[in-house]
């Protein structure tokens, strides 16, 4: 029996990408981006600060991380609570001893419930970016495009109010996105996301929004929790790594960008702080290295392209 015609009919199937979100562009046919007083490499951190709600949301999915175990689970609960208590000031400490200026990603109800914490983080120089309302709040295509509206709504809305800016910047729960969402982001207001993981320097969607890219590789949580590798292996790659892009800056004569993702809960258990911070004074070492905010990166790309 064969199949019906229909069965192979894909009506977003076309050259380039299967959308119109914005176009095919490989990195070393593109224009050299300059970072600020020749810096070769921006090193951006970009911090999670999540609140999960004790019950999940399993529509449209479960966020990665939240509850496992059956109601009332105080073991995932509190351990993620130890990163809004106690791993994140660790991670402000360890930054303010670096000079590092960060992103932090802050859902709404961060906010709401634990408002000194967004007041600490904001009074060290940090950027606050919306990382939608909390761990409940994901997005995917079965969302009603009203409430997705909503969702972007409520998350900028109430990181304004806490501290009188409007976020610039967005960070979906597990970089998922909906196809409406980058031109809910725009109508809203963002000027950049970090969802889309396909390069390392950002890039322009179809609408002018611009896509940071948070590289999802060397995620804490991806080499310490996933792959349960030590913290001095995860220091070694984040080395490896910017010693290859600054090589690779050096060839194509313009910047390269090092994205990293943290997790309170994750990177700021005791154990693993000194290895840290003796990798945050060995990239601060190397020569050409520019710690920078998502916000500082978006405005030196829009100078250089």
Request: glycine share 6%; hydrophobic share 40%; with cysteine.
């Amino acid at each position: 029996m064969s199949l019906d015609p229909a069965y192979l009919e894909y009506p977003r199937r076309r050259e380039g990408y299967d959308h119109e979100l914005y176009p095919y562009a490989p990195l070393h046919r593109r224009a050299p981006i300059h970072w600020p007083e020749g810096k070769s490499l921006a090193v951006w951190f970009c911090v999670s600060v999540e609140w999960f709600p004790i019950t999940p949301a399993d529509k449209p999915f479960r966020a990665p991380g939240h509850m496992q175990t059956a109601y009332p689970d105080y073991r995932h609960y509190t351990a993620r609570d130890y990163g809004n208590r106690v791993g994140v000031y660790r991670l402000l400490d360890a930054f303010a001893k670096a000079g590092i200026k960060a992103s932090f990603a802050v859902n709404a109800a961060i906010a709401e419930r634990y408002p000194v914490l967004v007041r600490d983080i904001a009074a060290a120089g940090h950027e606050i970016i919306a990382h939608s309302t909390d761990m409940n709040g994901t997005i995917a295509s079965t969302l009603p495009r009203e409430d997705e509206a909503a969702l972007i709504e409520a998350s900028l809305s109430h990181l304004e109010a806490a501290t009188g800016t409007r976020p610039r910047g967005w960070l979906s729960i597990a970089r998922s996105q909906s196809f409406a969402t980058a031109d809910l982001l725009k109508d809203a207001g963002v000027e950049y996301c970090c969802d889309w993981a396909n390069d390392e320097l950002p890039w322009a969607f179809t609408n002018g929004l611009i896509n940071l890219p948070l590289n999802h590789e060397l995620s804490d949580r991806q080499i310490l929790n996933v792959q349960q590798q030590t913290i001095d292996s995860y220091a070694e790659q984040v080395l490896d790594a910017h010693d290859w892009l600054s090589n690779e800056a050096a060839q194509c004569a313009g910047g390269r960008m090092l994205p990293l993702h943290l997790t309170p809960y994750i990177t700021g258990l005791p154990y693993r702080m000194d290895t840290f911070e003796r990798l945050l004074a060995e990239l601060a070492a190397r020569q050409g290295t520019w710690f920078a905010r998502g916000a500082d990166i978006i405005d030196a790309f829009r100078s250089t392209t």
